[in-house]
């Protein structure tokens, strides 16, 4: 087994995880199993009482672990599967071993920080790296480490001490560092200065680790001389220093370490470079390291740069202030815009602004809001808890049903349209969730019997589970292509009462999708409508960037006049581009009368953003 630990030094949010995941990507390209491991300093056993603004999304896996949002980033980049195990948490580490001490493992000696604190952390990482996660058997070839936080901080001391010790333990040949850090450009002197990263090099010396690879963040490709002086107080060669400039999208990251050779530089310092077909099981690489084939990522990269066509959704949440509370809903919007060839709009609207309490105490903020959502293609509402800006989303789901907008709501979004129905389709004025009412004499949603009310950590309904499609006619059923099930992510405490469940298909509700009991509901649909659809479960999860999620590409398909053409498609077993695609891959644009494709924005002053792929996650 191969290692490449990832660090990260002078600020946060550098894109460590992107970097981690476009390195196995580019590994990947070249022939090799990748797996990967993210190592978060802080004390939660797991992120899944974290709030949104503290941490952004929680990412759930197929095995019910709540995870960091990086996690997220590896599976859309390599396409794998991880597990909970592939989340290391100082949490989880302290509580594995103080399990062992009150069982008496350590035979009565004192535990410490060293050994048995490194020990183990070492220990959970070669056990984790040998689990296959991309569907083969038989461990990967490489694991990509990254290490959460920046170097110097006191919290992650034992995992630095500890891949000091692994790195010597695995020895020369199998462990490469990559260390990301900053080179900024002050706008007095226009000149990059350097200084950080030699400190922040020097400080990850100090600490027993050392860089095989530096890979520099700047808003411009490095200069030689930068480059130079780098390398020289850095003590790394200048061909192993790689800049990760700003780009057009997130996918051309991979294809910049690929024209950097990043790639050559790893599988030298892993003694891959030169591998040869009688070497193979001495190494154990399941295949002969070669040039990185990474032709679909160009081609993608291509078609988001030249698309033109906008799409509009408005997402109605609570943590709009943070779109990385919802990181993975863009990315399955991101995946489905690109899928219809339209550019993609999101309008935040934040759900308090859409009530009536709001136009009295910020009449302004709620003629904005009610503007963007007016003015959007679809709406979304994704998953969250609280009664905070509730009232806000039912209005947006009543206005989406009765304005024939195409709408998806996913988890609690799910929830809403369905006492937004209950309330003024039915006219049941007191319907509601127990969540927001407990006392609700028509209690529409309820918490689920086996939920505990006393715990909160790792109670809920988690992980992977199966609905069967009940109603073979409709949409979701077509989006996934005629299937009569289909596995998904799930994440909550409440669902739909199923003793209600006649009084709603009564009303023209319908419940297309249930889990194999047939007890709990799954996916609603309203029949005449354009696209009005709920999932209890998050298919945002489980969207790639080749193969994004049918809800997504339906809500993206309606909102732009494509539902019909993309339904039959997938009736027929495959989807058709709305544009065509050149025979090399490559997507022929419609350009301006200038001959060029125009620019994009992002992050526009009115709550509007341009989804140009510019930010730090896949």
């Known amino acids: 087994m191969k290692y490449v630990l990832v660090t990260g030094g002078v600020v946060s949010g550098l894109g460590k995880g992107v970097t981690a995941s476009s390195i196995g990507v580019v590994l990947k390209a070249c022939g090799l199993r990748i797996t990967s491991i993210k190592i978060d300093p802080y ?42 195990d592939n989340n290391i948490t100082t949490g989880k580490v302290y509580q594995s071993v103080i399990d062992k001490e009150r069982k008496g493992e350590y035979l009565g000696k004192t535990v410490q920080v060293v050994p048995h604190i490194t020990n183990a952390i070492q220990e959970w990482i070669e056990r984790v790296a040998m689990i296959p996660v991309d569907g083969k058997e038989g461990p990967a070839d490489v694991c990509v480490i990254e290490l959460g936080g920046t170097i110097g901080d006191i919290e992650s001391m034992p995992f630095i001490e500890a891949l ?21 450009v002050l706008n007095v002197v226009g000149e990059q200065k350097t200084k950080p990263t030699q400190h ?30 780098l390398s020289q107080f850095c003590h790394v060669p200048a061909v192993n220093i790689v ?78 202030g943070l ?36 136009a009295i105490e910020a009449p302004d903020a709620y003629k904005a809001a009610w503007d963007l959502l007016k003015g959007a293609d679809g709406i979304l509402v994704p998953g969250g808890f609280g009664d905070r800006g509730v009232q806000g989303k039912i209005l947006a789901a009543k206005y989406a049903r009765e304005k024939n907008v195409p709408y998806l709501g996913i988890c609690l979004g799910m929830q809403i349209a369905v006492v937004e129905f ?47 499609f009940k109603v073979a006619d409709c949409k979701s059923a077509k989006l996934y292509g005629n299937v009569t099930y289909v596995d998904e992510r799930h994440r909550h405490r409440y669902e739909v009462n199923p003793d209600m469940v006649p009084e709603f298909e009564n009303a023209g509700l319908q419940f297309v999708g249930k889990d194999d009991t047939g007890r709990r509901m799954e996916i609603i649909e309203i029949p005449n409508h354009r696209y009005f659809v709920g999932a209890q479960f998050h298919p945002e999860f489980k969207s790639r960037p080749s193969k994004p999620s049918p809800l997504f590409v339906g809500l993206v398909a309606a909102a732009s006049g494509q539902l019909d053409r993309v339904l039959q498609d ?42 140009n792929g510019n930010g730090v996650h896949a």
């Open 323 to 358: 779109s990385d509370s919802y990181l993975s809903v863009l990315k399955a919007l991101l995946h489905a815009s690109v899928d219809c060839r339209r550019k993609l709009v999101v309008d935040w609207v934040a759900s308090t602004d859409l009530e009536d309490s709001t």
């Open 243 to 320: 800049t990760l400039y700003d780009v057009s999208n997130i996918w051309r990251i991979p294809l910049l370490l690929r024209d950097q050779k990043a790639h050559e530089a790893i599988l030298k310092v892993l003694n891959l470079d030169r591998v040869e077909r009688q070497l193979i099981f001495i190494y154990n690489i399941s295949s002969i390291a070669r040039e990185p084939k990474l032709d679909e990522w160009v081609a993608r990269a291509s078609i988001f740069d030249a698309l033109q066509d906008t799409v509009r959704i408005a997402m109605v949440g609570k943590y709009t």
């Open 570 to 611: 997938c009736c027929n077993g495959h989807v058709v581009p709305a544009k065509p695609i050149l025979s090399n891959g490559s997507y022929n644009p419609t350009v301006h009368q200038n001959g060029h494709p125009k620019k994009l924005a992002n992050g526009l002053s009115n709550g509007t953003y341009y989804a």
């Open 422 to 468: 209950a309330r003024h389709v039915m006219n049941l004025t007191d319907a509601n969730s127990t969540e927001f009412d407990p006392d609700t004499k028509t209690p529409c949603v309820i918490f689920m019997p086996e939920g505990s009310k006393t715990h909160m950590g790792a109670t809920m309904r988690l992980g992977s589970r199966r609905t069967f």
């Open 43 to 84: 004390l939660n056993t797991d992120a899944g009482t974290m709030s949104p603004f503290e941490h952004g999304e929680v990412f759930v896996l197929d095995d019910g672990g709540e995870v960091d949002l990086d996690l997220g980033n590896y599976e859309r980049f390599l396409d794998i599967k991880l597990t909970r």
């Open 164 to 184: 000091g010790q692994f790195s010597y333990r695995v020895g020369p040949g199998n462990f490469c560092l990559v260390h990301v850090s900053l080179v900024p």
């Open 200 to 229: 922040s090099v020097r400080g990850l010396r100090g600490l027993g680790l050392t860089p095989n690879i530096l890979a520099c963040r700047s808003t411009k490709e490095l200069e030689d001389n930068v480059k130079e002086k």
